[in-house]
Nanobody
Framework: QVHLVESGGGLVQAGGSLRLSCAASLPTFRNYCMGWFRQAPGKEREFVAAISAAWSGGGSYYADSVKGRFTISRDNPKNTVTLQMNSLKPEDTAVYYC??????????????????WGQGTQVTVSS
């Protein structure tokens, strides 16, 4: 059975940092593109960051809104993906979801099909 479980969310002041983690149970974790999305109340779920599998290049990709502040990484032996969030802003407030896609980072951003999702973890940034 596939399970993605996020942790690390919380309440922080603007300028602070949080580290989100995702523990993934997947048939072959190392072959999946892993990513993070977020959804604020009344808004659509949006792409935040992704890190592709080795077969697809192993690169990292970021939304313009978080580039330079967030860093995605993965630990294949531990089946985990991490999102380090620095210099947080109130507009970063959202539920953050871990995602796994059998395709490339391009498909991670281009389609919502064939996607595994975690339950989400709340990140709240106060001013």
């Amino acid at each position: 059975q596939v399970h993605l479980v996020e942790s690390g969310g919380g309440l922080v002041q603007a300028g602070g940092s949080l580290r989100l983690s995702c523990a993934a149970s997947l048939p072959t974790f190392r072959n999946y593109c892993m990513g993070w999305f977020r959804q604020a109340p009344g808004k659509e779920r949006e792409f935040v960051a992704a890190i592709s599998a080795a077969w697809s290049g192993g690169g990292s990709y970021y939304a313009d809104s978080v580039k330079g502040r967030f860093t995605i990484s993965r630990d294949n032996p531990k089946n985990t993906v991490t999102l380090q969030m620095n210099s947080l802003k109130p507009e970063d407030t959202a539920v953050y979801y871990c995602a796994a896609d059998s395709g490339s980072a391009t498909t991670m951003r281009a389609t919502m099909a064939d996607r595994y999702w975690g339950q989400g973890t709340q990140v709240t940034v106060s001013s």
